[in-house]
T-cell receptor, first 111, second 112 residues
Framework: DAMVIQNPRYQVTQFGKPVTLSCSQT?????MYWYQQKSSQAPKLLFH???????NEADTPDNFQSRRPNTSFCFLDIRSPGLGDAAMYLC??????????FGPGTRLTVT | QKEVEQDPGPLSVPEGAIVSLNCTYS??????FMWYRQYSRKGPELLMY????GNKEDGRFTAQVDKSSKYISLFIRDSQPSDSATYLC????????????FGKGTSLLVTP
């Protein structure tokens, strides 16, 4: 089945130790997104790519970076994770930007 | 004022009940309206997608959009324990680029 895949599903990292989360999609959608979702909160958009055009939300911390090497893959890099970065990280895709399809998420724990 | 307001619940109903979930919004430019279902520790799953005003039905689910009142609803008929989840409304428009504006989600529990 066509889908959005995220790896790993669970990630534990140490305070300050860089971590990379990955997302791949078989939907061939041109837009990919990274969201952060904390407990009992709505997803918060961090970045999105329209094709290769990178768009950073104004309040996304500099600690977060993203790469999209091709249509199918997108990565989220957290350069120096803090305790406040512990959250579920969601990847989503869409065609054109409105109807978005989410992956299962990566739950990040920072120790 | 937050752009999208949604009562977080929790909402508890007996199996078989009709469930009504609602969101209000303030931005009249919103044209695209979505409902997502999110099970605990999983990603949101797109349930319903509606453009502009009107109703849309899919099985036991009906989505309604009333743009004049800036009010959207999701109805679940014959609710099942497997419907127990958090339901998030989301919306966007031409002026919000590609960002979805989410409600905080309503937690629903359907008891057998």
């Amino acid at each position: 089945d066509a889908m959005v895949i995220q790896n790993p599903r669970y990630q534990v990292t140490q305070f300050g130790k860089p971590v990379t989360l990955s997302c791949s999609q078989t939907l061939n959608h041109n837009v990919m997104y990274w969201y952060q979702q904390k407990s009992s909160q709505a997803p918060k958009l961090l970045f999105h790519y329209y094709d290769k055009d990178f768009n950073n939300e104004a309040d996304t911390p500099d600690n977060f970076q993203s790469r999209r090497p091709n249509t199918s893959f997108c990565f989220l890099d957290i350069r120096s994770p803090g305790l406040g970065d512990a959250a579920m990280y969601l990847c989503a895709t869409s065609v054109g930007g409105y109807e978005q399809y989410f992956g299962p998420g990566t739950r990040l724990t920072v120790t | 004022q937050k752009e999208v307001e949604q009562d977080p619940g929790p909402l508890s109903v007996p199996e078989g009940a009709i469930v009504s979930l609602n969101c209000t919004y303030s931005n009249s430019a919103f044209q695209y309206f979505m409902w997502y279902r999110q099970y605990s520790r999983k990603g949101p799953e797109l349930l319903m997608y509606t453009y502009s005003s009107g109703n849309k039905e899919d099985g036991r689910f009906t989505a309604q959009v009333d743009k004049s009142s800036k009010y959207i609803s999701l109805f679940i008929r014959d609710s099942q324990p497997s419907d127990s989840a958090t339901y998030l409304c989301a919306m966007s428009g031409e002026d919000s680029g590609y960002a979805l504006n989410f409600g905080k989600g309503t937690s629903l529990l359907v008891t057998p």
